[in-house]
């Protein structure tokens, strides 16, 4: 009898989780593998290469959470962990914050599910991720110490989106020097409200990551 071999196949990701023809603008990268018994282990890191979930899905689509998952902050503290049932969290769900402390845990009632149209959606910001890039180009300020210092890179700031579509809760997770973080953390709370995540037809607040680019024009 031949074994398979079941590969796992790689995906890009913008901001929302939308999938991506390249990695040129990914914020994270998902990897999905076939499992023999017909379901999908599916694995999504940062693209700095942290982890962000593990877990399973019933469906190639991902739509169907089932067993044991895991979030990640970007920093690599694990921010929950519990289990999915059918695309339904279950049972108790343990929590942390940014720092690694317990946060208290969260119960969620088995029962017998049916299918519905209950579906989960990200939130999203007007415009889409486009809009998103071009409001921190034109509103980004380069601190006046860190163009003396001639200073770049990428400052990455964790953030919550709340039930009504306020950014809060902006943290740096990648730092640089802190006049960039500072003004990272400054422009990321300064941006619109979103249209919020919803989960079964109801808002719920979710976390996004953002990476904040310095560059300095040349010559200076």
């Not at 071999?5 to 989780?17: G, K, M, P, R, T």
């Not at 990695?23 to 890191?45: H, L, Q, T, W």
């Not at 049972?91 to 209950?118: L, S």
């Not at 890179?153 to 306020?166: A, E, L, N, Q, R």
């Amino acid at each position: 009898m031949k074994s398979i071999c079941l590969s796992a196949q790689v995906e890009y990701l913008d901001i929302q989780h939308k999938l991506l023809e390249s990695s040129e603008k990914a914020i994270y990268m998902r990897e999905v593998k076939p499992n023999s018994d017909g379901s999908f282990a599916c694995k999504i890191k940062y693209i700095t290469e942290e982890t962000f979930m593990i877990g399973r899905y019933l469906d190639r689509e991902l739509t169907l959470p089932d067993g044991d998952f895991q979030y990640f902050y970007a920093n690599g503290v694990k921010e929950s962990e519990g289990k999915f049932k059918n695309g339904f969290k279950v049972g108790t769900w343990k929590r942390w914050n940014f720092e690694g402390i317990a946060k208290p845990d969260r119960y969620y009632a088995e029962e017998d599910f049916v299918k519905t149209n209950r579906a989960s959606s990200p939130a999203k910001f007007p415009g889409g991720n486009s809009a998103i890039q071009k409001f921190i180009n034109e509103n980004l300020r380069y601190p006046e110490e860190a163009k003396s210092k001639k200073l770049e890179g990428t400052v990455i700031v964790t953030f919550s989106v709340d039930i009504s579509g306020k950014v809060k809760d902006s943290k740096v997770s990648s730092s640089i020097h802190y006049t960039l973080d500072e003004e990272a953390m400054r422009c990321i709370a300064s941006l619109p409200e979103w249209e919020p995540a919803t989960r079964e037809g109801r808002p719920v607040e979710s976390s996004y990551i953002m990476p904040v680019v310095f560059k300095l024009p040349q010559g200076k």
